[in-house]
């Protein structure tokens, strides 16, 4: 990624300094913007590689992340640093989710991506902490055995720790049984029809309200 970011840096020098047909203000428009992608580059290396996993292992002693790419290992979250919620009591969400230790919501309001929320010790610490099943690599972003990450950790989680007490949404959200913890695969596909067929008569609809107009 370095010698990426020397190229470009090195080209757009020379560009921009040596005689051509181009406009200056051409030039410069292309100058900036190859200081800009520069830029995005050095964030990249500097502040996301180094924390950048592409494979998530779960296993009797926690949640483990790996870049294969760079062959480092990159961090874990052990089953015994889960903690419950540190304050009950509070009526704020961010501390207590209805009652509850571990949930499920959505980041952002564009956001595809469900997250689960829980708190783990850090530092002798209570620290809120997330985790949505995907990976933080630009190359490897969606995990093909996602839905079974979500399933072996929360049945990690019933092992390892039984005092934390898991929302239901969160088994509603990624389709899981709470009894069982088997896919619901029926109740799944149930809903993806019914956008399916939502979505035709919502296209169907303004078909003809165009056609009148």
């Known amino acids: 990624m370095l010698d990426t970011f020397i190229l470009i840096l090195a080209f757009s020098i020379l560009f921009f300094f040596t005689e051509n047909q181009i406009p200056s203000e051409a030039k410069g428009y292309l100058f900036l913007f190859a200081l800009l992608v520069n830029s995005i580059i ?13 494979n998530i292992n779960i296993d009797s002693q926690g949640i483990h992340y790996w870049n294969k790419y760079r062959q480092v290992f990159i961090k874990d979250i052990l089953w015994k640093d889960f903690t419950k919620t540190p304050n009950p009591t509070s009526k704020s969400n961010i501390y207590n989710h209805h009652g509850n230790d571990l949930y499920s919501l959505n980041p952002g309001r564009y956001s595809m991506v469900r997250k689960s929320f829980f708190w783990i010790v850090k530092n002798e610490k209570a620290q809120l902490t997330s985790e949505s099943f995907v990976s933080t690599h630009v190359f490897d972003i969606w995990f093909a055995n996602r839905r079974e990450l979500i399933r072996t950790f929360l049945l990690g989680l019933a092992h390892f720790c039984p005092n934390i007490k898991v929302n239901p949404n969160v088994f509603d959200s990624f389709f899981i049984a709470p009894e069982t913890y088997k896919f619901q695969l029926a109740k799944r596909n149930k809903l993806l029809l019914t956008v399916i067929i939502f979505t035709i008569i919502i296209l169907v609809v303004l078909y003809f309200v165009v056609q009148a107009i």
């Open 42 to 54: 050095i964030y990249v290396y500097i502040y996301i590689r180094p924390k950048a996993y592409t």
